[in-house]
């Protein structure tokens, strides 16, 4: 799982001080210059996309509850 930051452009000490204050244990990634937000089709954000293992869209789900069995699914 990735964690993707398009809101702002943080430096990368702040996603880490981000990650550690919420305990994340995926990576995150600083999309500079919008590559993936644009390889994706974003038009909004927050916006929850997963991303198989193979690195193409599986799906959009509405909420982190909907994403929670599209992750268990992907991940077997």
């Known amino acids: 799982m990735i964690g ?3 809101q ?3 430096p990368a000490e702040k996603m880490k001080e981000f990650r550690l ?7 995150l990634l600083y999309d500079e210059g919008d590559k993936v937000i ?3 089709g974003f038009t909004g954000i927050p916006a929850l996309v ?3 293992k193979s690195g193409k ?3 959009n789900p509405e909420d982190v509850n ?3 069995p599209l ?3 992907a991940t077997k």
């Open 57 to 59: 869209y599986a799906a």
């Open 38 to 40: 644009n390889k994706f």
């Open 71 to 73: 992750v268990a699914k």
């Open 4 to 6: 993707l930051a398009i």
């Open 21 to 27: 204050k919420h305990k994340l244990t995926y990576t």
């Open 66 to 68: 909907a994403l929670v």
């Open 50 to 52: 997963l991303i198989d």
């Open 8 to 10: 702002e452009k943080p």
